[in-house]
């Protein structure tokens, strides 16, 4: 007589369980082995939590964990720190330290009750995506300028000091902001510009219509001043939305929308009735890839590219084999008389391993290297690869083929899954959940403490006891800067610090934010 363990093992992945209610799934894998081993397959959870909180792993380089993962996500904890001004934190109350802003993570309640899923800092404003596809934000977007408290918030310095959200046409995909803007990507292929929370347009154009791999959004891509998208084919399209000729046209849609009078004011429910618009016009593409050397000997895919890190004025490339490739997006002359550079040192095992950090020390080498994620923020950038055998390469605006990568021993063979860059300080996220900061303190950006509650010496405190002294008399000068990747603790008083598993985590200017769960949930 069949039975249910008799059908192929992907028409149960496929088209079973995704059917079954939690708790069904559950009881299915106690049955024996074999559904054991299906119910918990990583695969299936990684698919089942896109499709059912709409969280992707795009920006991370997670391979496993994904039940735990949607065990949490059923109740995430979003938490904020570093420098406070111009409302960028999104907190009623700013908690008291040695510093007017805030030097350890504090949760930051959003009212709705929304499921926060991914995070995305600009310079002085945080982007949040819930498991629907909403977004909210929080602080102000252009941290330049100044609006009165009766601007509407097409105004971009209209700061938002407590999360609203966005009300737009179709949910939300993903998100990467610039230094004061933003790009998003939805549900329906449209890549959007946002300039100011109340008035994000569509770029209209036959490039990125979604009618086939060529013209598909696969990610967008904000760097200081400009936006771009890669498509699903491996083309590249960018444009700048502050120089003229878009900052023209932008600045008329702009005229004729004030004497309209939508100013796009916040509901008393706390929502951004945005007016989207859209702009036609062709953005520039990105001249194709160089001939690269052979970096997989037994693949026969061809070479394409399948991410974008962006800098203040440059693009940082990854291809599907793992070649890291840089090249200058200053402007449109710059793009167009421009070609990716090729980096080596950054892609080829032979190349890593010659490195001083590992000739020099006990640090152990790769014994094989495939870079497969990028991020990148203001002057510096880093090609990273998962497991427990990663590998951490960080370089800045200035590198160029013959440039050897920075490494810092503490994240190699560390399971390091993303990596992020503020201003001057950096965060490194592990497989295990801990949060790892380093560089300058930022006005509290590393998030390691308050440091007049840290003893002299520890990362985060005060060099010796005397500085401390005359810093909490003072109130300053700042600790100095930590080099030595260190530990961030969460749920600070509240006694459940190791009960916190980080899950995702987003920096700029000088703050941080990140996503949490409760390791003891359960389904």
Not at 469 to 482: C, D, S, T
Request: a negative charge; hydrophobic letters at 40%.
């Amino acid at each position: 007589m069949p039975v249910l363990s008799d059908l192929p093992v992907e028409v149960l992945l496929d088209n079973l369980l995704p059917w079954l209610a939690i708790p069904d799934l559950l009881h299915l894998g106690e049955t024996d082995r074999f559904f054991a081993r299906l119910c918990n397959d990583e695969t299936f959870w990684k698919r089942k939590l896109q499709e059912d909180f709409n969280f992707t792993d795009e920006r991370t380089a997670r391979i496993s964990g994904w039940k735990r993962l949607y065990r949490g996500l059923r109740n995430p904890k979003t938490y904020v720190w570093g420098e406070a001004s111009k409302g960028r934190l999104g907190l009623k109350k700013i908690p008291k330290s040695i510093i007017n802003d805030v030097p350890f993570p504090v949760e930051l309640k959003i009212e709705s009750g929304a499921r926060i899923v991914n995070l995305s800092a600009a310079g002085t404003a945080f982007f949040a995506l819930d498991s629907d596809g909403s977004v909210y934000v929080w602080g102000t977007l252009s941290g330049t300028s100044f609006a009165l408290n009766n601007d509407g918030y097409s105004e971009p310095a209209k700061p938002a000091h407590t999360p609203l959200k966005l009300d737009m046409p179709s949910p939300t995909r993903s998100i990467s902001c610039g230094r004061f803007h933003a790009t998003t990507l939805d549900d329906q292929h449209h890549v959007w510009t946002f300039l100011s929370w109340g008035r994000p347009f569509r770029l209209a154009t036959p490039a990125l219509d979604a009618t086939s791999s060529d013209s598909t959004p696969a990610q967008v891509e904000s760097g200081w001043h400009f936006s771009s998208v890669l498509t699903k084919s491996g083309d590249v399209y960018i444009w700048w939305p502050f120089a003229a000729p878009l900052k023209d046209v932008i600045t008329a849609r702009d005229a004729a929308m004030d004497a309209a009078n939508q100013k796009a004011h916040a509901t008393e429910d706390g929502v951004i009735p945005c007016s989207t618009w859209e702009l036609h016009e062709e953005p520039t593409m990105l001249p194709p890839l160089p001939q690269l050397p052979q970096l997989l000997v037994s693949s026969t895919e061809p070479v394409k590219l399948v991410k974008l890190a962006a800098l203040e004025s440059r693009l940082i490339g990854l291809t599907n084999h793992g070649h890291v490739l840089s090249i200058s997006v200053e402007s449109d002359l710059a793009v167009r008389s421009g070609r990716w550079e090729y980096l080596p040192n950054f892609s080829e095992v032979e190349k890593v391993q010659q490195h001083p950090a590992y000739v020099s020390s006990q640090l152990k080498p790769p014994r094989s290297l495939r870079i497969s994620h990028i991020s990148a923020q203001f002057q510096t950038f880093v090609a990273y690869s998962p497991g427990s055998s990663s590998v951490v390469l960080l370089g800045s605006h200035e590198t160029h083929a013959d440039s050897r990568p920075s490494i810092l021993p503490a994240l190699q063979n560390n399971d390091v899954i993303s990596v992020v860059l503020g201003d001057y300080h950096y965060g490194a996220l592990t497989s295990t959940g801990k949060l790892l900061t380093w560089g300058a303190y930022s006005r509290g950006a590393l998030g390691l403490g308050d440091p007049a509650t840290l003893l002299p010496g520890q990362p985060g405190g005060y060099r010796t006891e005397e500085h401390k002294r005359a810093a909490v008399a003072n109130g300053g000068p700042f600790p100095p800067a930590v080099s030595e990747p260190a530990e961030v603790r969460f749920g600070h008083g509240e006694g459940q610090g190791e009960k916190l598993f980080c899950f995702a985590v987003t920096a700029a200017g000088w703050h941080m934010g990140a996503l949490v769960i409760d390791l003891q949930v359960r389904f």
